[in-house]
T-cell receptor
Framework: GAVVSQHPSRVICKSGTSVKIECRSL??????MFWYRQFPKKSLMLMAT?????????EQGVEKDKFLINHASLTLSTLTVTSAHPEDSSFYIC??????????????FGSGTQLSVL | GESVGLHLPTLSVQEGDNSIINCAYS??????FIWYKQESGKGPQFIID?????DKRQGQRVTVLLNKTVKHLSLQIAATQPGDSAVYFC??????????FGKGTMLLVSP
């Protein structure tokens, strides 16, 4: 089956530093990837839709300058948390849609990244 | 906006029992529904899906039931095993819209 690799799985950083999270589709091409945030014992909240070759679409309330998204190739999207603060600590999850699919039927999730900001 | 919700935050069952996890949705335009399993520290794992033109779909040990009249979705797990312990999310979408996730139900299976 299709695999989405997310790296790193866990990162601890100091307040004020930036952290980059990678999301790769390993055996398929993805023109669209999604970034979610999840707090403990809570559901997944969509942060933004990452579009290959164009700007990401952010959900209401998500700071685009805080959460920089780059989708430079058909197999890689990155989320950079800039000037991280303790309140940015969370579990971040990406998903990727097969480029030949328009629906959510072929949506594959990464394993998530636990970000802890000290 | 409209969202998907769940009735039970935690469900505890004995190994071998059948489990039923429920989900209520409010968007009458939703036409595609998915159940995901999420283990601690991992991403969601697809379990089973159903389109709105169906009311039942079966997989291996799992069945999804859709009642569009009352906007209700359920996941039935037969012969629940300790490995089934996880948080289960329903998700819905309408057309090509992005997925909206429900609040999740934690399933605890005791040996």
């Amino acid at each position: 089956g299709a695999v989405v690799s997310q790296h790193p799985s866990r990162v601890i950083c100091k307040s004020g530093t930036s952290v980059k999270i990678e999301c790769r589709s390993l055996d398929f091409q993805a023109t669209t990837m999604f970034w979610y945030r999840q707090f403990p014992k809570k559901s997944l909240m969509l942060m933004a839709t990452s579009n290959e070759g164009s700007k990401a679409t952010y959900e209401q309330g998500v700071e685009k300058d805080k959460f920089l998204i780059n989708h430079a190739s058909l197999t890689l999207s990155t989320l950079t948390v800039t000037s991280a603060h303790p309140e940015d600590s969370s579990f971040y999850i990406c998903s990727a849609r097969d480029r030949w699919e328009d629906s959510n039927e072929k949506l594959f999730f990464g394993s998530g990244t636990q970000l802890s900001v000290l | 906006g409209e969202s998907v919700g769940l009735h039970l935050p935690t469900l505890s069952v004995q190994e071998g029992d059948n489990s039923i996890i429920n989900c209520a949705y409010s968007n009458s335009a939703s036409d595609y529904f998915i159940w995901y399993k999420q283990e601690s520290g991992k991403g969601p794992q697809f379990i089973i899906d159903i389109r709105s033109n169906m009311d039942k779909r079966q997989g291996q040990r799992v069945t999804v039931l859709l009642n569009k009249t009352v906007k209700h979705l359920s996941l039935q797990i037969a012969a629940t095993q300790p490995g089934d312990s996880a948080v289960y999310f329903c998700a819905e979408s309408s057309g090509y819209s992005t997925l909206t996730f429900g609040k999740g139900t934690m399933l605890l299976v005791s040996p």
